[in-house]
């Protein structure tokens, strides 16, 4: 299995059975717009929450292009980093499936550092309500990929340490994907059927299988730094 698929992987499952943390962060919003809506009957609201989470999903491919254009510049630059860049993404995908799996938080700190920041966006995300237009929808998916959660920045680490921007890219896109069933349904007014996509032991199995996954992605580097390096022979 390559860097990228045990990445991919990571990202998808995260996203799909990180939801009701998503739920927690993102649900608001959400449900946000649902209430401001101002079209009424599914057929008319379905086309503005598919396009919402296409701008949510939009943004965070944006900003995995962004990290990991600068990681792997980085790491074309100074070679000596890429066995320790592949130890940091081995070590975030093995958190991401703790958290996943028992909810064991440790990279909460990252969504902490992005709340400054978040402070100075989210009065133009107000701005988009009510969800009168297309456009407007979009404004707001876009903006919303920028909520800081912990569970997105964890997934950008993991994109910063990939070989290629369009990798990053693909990344975040993945995770993006993995979140969008519960956002759409909750967008659509149905948290309560967003909520039952969660279950404990599918959450123990899909975390277990992303700690897995990490261990993996540490297997190469560290049998890379354990071996003997080339002798001299006098």
Same mark, same amino acid.
């Given at each position: 299995?390559?860097?990228?698929?045990? !990445?991919?992987?990571?990202?998808?499952?995260?996203?799909?059975?990180?939801?009701?943390?998503?739920?927690?962060?993102?649900?608001?919003?959400?449900?946000?717009?649902?209430?401001?809506?101002?079209?009424?009957?599914?057929? /008319?609201? *379905?086309?503005?929450?598919?396009?919402?989470?296409?701008?949510?999903?939009?943004?965070?491919?944006?900003?995995?292009?962004?990290?990991?254009? &600068?990681?792997?510049?980085?790491?074309?630059?100074?070679?000596?980093?890429?066995?320790?860049?592949?130890?940091?993404?081995?070590?975030?995908?093995?958190?991401?499936?703790? =958290?996943?799996?028992?909810?064991? /938080?440790? $990279?909460?700190?990252?969504?902490?550092?992005?709340? !400054?920041?978040?402070? /100075?966006?989210?009065?133009?995300?107000?701005? *988009?309500?009510?969800?009168?237009?297309?456009?407007?929808?979009?404004? *707001?998916?876009?903006?919303?990929?920028?909520?800081?959660? +912990?569970? &997105?920045?964890?997934?950008? $680490?993991?994109?910063?340490?990939?070989?290629?921007?369009?990798? +990053? !890219?693909?990344?975040?896109?993945?995770?993006? &994907?993995?979140?969008?069933?519960?956002?759409?349904?909750?967008?659509?007014?149905?948290?309560?059927?967003? =909520?039952?996509? =969660?279950?404990? /032991?599918?959450?123990?199995?899909?975390?277990?299988?992303?700690?897995?996954?990490?261990?993996?992605? $540490?297997?190469?580097?560290?049998?890379?730094?354990?071996?003997?390096?080339?002798?001299?022979?006098?």
């Amino acid at each position: 299995m390559t860097d990228l698929v045990a !990445a991919l992987t990571t990202a998808f499952l995260a996203g799909l059975l990180g939801s009701a943390h998503c739920l927690g962060m993102c649900g608001g919003i959400s449900g946000l717009f649902a209430l401001h809506s101002s079209v009424r009957g599914l057929s /008319r609201q *379905l086309p503005m929450a598919l396009v919402y989470n296409a701008g949510r999903l939009a943004s965070y491919a944006i900003l995995g292009f962004a990290v990991a254009a &600068v990681g792997s510049r980085f790491a074309a630059l100074t070679p000596a980093v890429g066995k320790p860049v592949r130890l940091i993404a081995g070590a975030v995908i093995i958190l991401i499936g703790l =958290q996943i799996a028992f909810n064991f /938080r440790a $990279l909460g700190f990252l969504e902490r550092m992005g709340g !400054a920041a978040w402070s /100075r966006i989210s009065p133009f995300a107000g701005r *988009l309500l009510p969800v009168t237009s297309l456009p407007r929808a979009l404004g *707001l998916g876009l903006l919303w990929g920028l909520i800081p959660c +912990g569970l &997105v920045y964890s997934v950008l $680490l993991v994109a910063a340490t990939s070989a290629s921007a369009p990798d +990053g !890219a693909l990344i975040m896109l993945a995770f993006g &994907v993995g979140t969008t069933p519960a956002m759409l349904l909750t967008g659509l007014g149905a948290a309560r059927l967003a =909520q039952l996509m =969660q279950d404990k /032991r599918t959450r123990l199995g899909a975390g277990l299988l992303i700690v897995m996954l990490g261990i993996l992605t $540490l297997f190469m580097p560290i049998t890379a730094l354990m071996s003997p390096g080339p002798h001299s022979h006098h």
